[in-house]
């Protein structure tokens, strides 16, 4: 490889390496929804350039997870309830359609593989501390992961990649109350049960399941906690 060649091909190595940085702090809630960022700012955090860092900009503009605003800024985007409705509604469709195909198609070993990774997941039990739940919901992208490639649908995979790698989906164990995240684990096991019967009808009702009760676990967060009911005083008779 020539120098020119060379140089080109460590200026995008070094901008993956910045998106994978800005989607990580974005995703951990490090860089706040409508918060604005500047290649100044994630140069100098990163100890970079500003050209790889405003490619890695560019690209998460085009994946959703930044906003561009002309002659104001790049902004973290932020998610308001339509949004996440239409999110989860789309990876309903799509993840229940993989998931079926999955099922028809899952082996033993890809279902070993599957318990041994909620065996992990459950290891602590529902402990909710920021570094737990940062390992659950690694270990939680591998078992989605391992799913997806078993249905062989690589271009439905592709979409459904696009729409789970958001981040307000990648945040969701962080909204979970602990009977939430007790539950997202009895649905995984239900889900290696339909796997381990081949039962695509099965598998799809309880991915289908699963996802609607992510979906309101992240609805009632974004519509923020419920307002205390006021007591009401009766007038003396």
């Given at each position: 490889m ?11 190595s070094?901008?993956?390496q910045a998106?994978?940085?800005i ?5 951990s809630?490090?860089f706040a ?22 490619e890695?900009m560019?690209?998460?503009?085009a994946d959703g ?10 902004f973290?985007?932020a998610w308001n309830?339509?949004?996440?409705a239409?999110?989860?509604?789309l990876?309903l469709?799509l993840?229940?359609e993989v998931?079926a195909?999955?099922a028809?198609?899952f082996?033993?070993a ?7 990774i909620?065996?992990?997941?459950e290891?602590?039990?529902?402990d909710?501390?920021p570094?737990n ?6 270990l939680?992208?591998?078992f989605?992961?391992?799913v ?18 958001m981040p ?12 939430q ?5 009895a649905h995984?096991r239900e ?7 081949r039962d ?5 009702s309880?991915?289908?399941?699963h996802?609607l009760?992510a979906r309101?676990?992240?609805?009632d967060?974004a519509?923020?906690p419920a ?5 009401t005083?009766r007038?003396p008779?």
């Open positions: 020539g120098a020119p060649a060379q140089a080109a091909a460590d200026a995008g070094v901008a993956r998106h994978a940085y989607r990580a702090r974005v995703t809630g490090a929804p409508g918060s604005r960022l500047t290649e100044e700012q994630l140069a100098r955090e990163l100890g970079v350039s500003r050209t790889p860092v405003r890695a560019r690209m998460l503009v997870v930044l906003i561009f605003k002309p002659n104001v800024g790049t973290v985007g309830p339509e949004d996440v239409q999110l989860f509604d990876r469709m993840e229940g998931t195909l999955a028809a198609r082996g033993s890809g279902i070993e593989a599957l318990g041994a909620q065996d992990a997941l290891s602590r039990g529902c909710q501390s570094a739940l940062e390992r659950i919901a690694r939680n992208r591998e989605h992961r391992i997806a490639e078993a249905s062989a649908k690589p271009r439905l995979v592709a979409m459904l990649a696009n729409a789970i790698e307000i989906v990648q945040q969701t164990f962080r909204r979970y109350t602990p009977a995240l007790a539950r997202s684990f995984h889900l290696i049960d339909a796997f381990r019967a695509s009808q099965w598998a799809r309880v991915i289908s399941c996802i009760a309101h676990a992240c609805l967060g519509a923020g307002a205390e009911p006021k007591p005083t007038k008779t």
